[in-house]
């Protein structure tokens, strides 16, 4: 089993940053990926960014360029540095992670980007 722990959502103005991290417990010595994903009101939960034992990273069109996913050695914690935020990003921010076909989920943090 793995528990997942976010953390660093809040409210930003729009062109503002955040900080999310995601602390993972429980048996991770042999998770494979693990990332981010995001829901917005009234929309399905999509994938923002991912990254892999190895330290390949995958980021959805909307993220690229504006968000960096990054992670501790041996999966300590994993940061998603959120820059340029815009209204849209507003959604909750789920961490995941993938170990042995098995798909872990945290409770989630919310970002809410408004004036």
């Known amino acids: 089993q793995v528990q997942l722990v976010e953390s660093g959502g809040g409210l930003v103005q729009p062109g503002g940053s955040l900080r999310l991290s995601c602390a993972p417990s429980?048996?991770?010595?042999?998770?494979?990926?693990m990332g981010w994903y995001r829901q917005a009101p009234g929309k399905q939960r999509e994938l923002v960014a991912t990254?892999?034992?190895?330290?390949?990273?995958n980021y959805a069109d909307s993220a690229k360029g504006r968000f960096t996913i990054s992670r501790d050695n041996a999966w300590a914690t994993v940061y998603l540095q959120m820059n340029s935020l815009k209204a849209e990003d507003t959604a909750v921010y789920y961490c995941n992670a993938l170990r042995n076909g098995m798909s872990y989920w945290g409770k989630g943090t919310l970002v809410t980007v408004s004036s």
């Open positions: 990254i892999t034992s190895g330290g390949s990273t």
């Open positions: 429980g048996s991770i010595f042999s998770i494979y990926r």
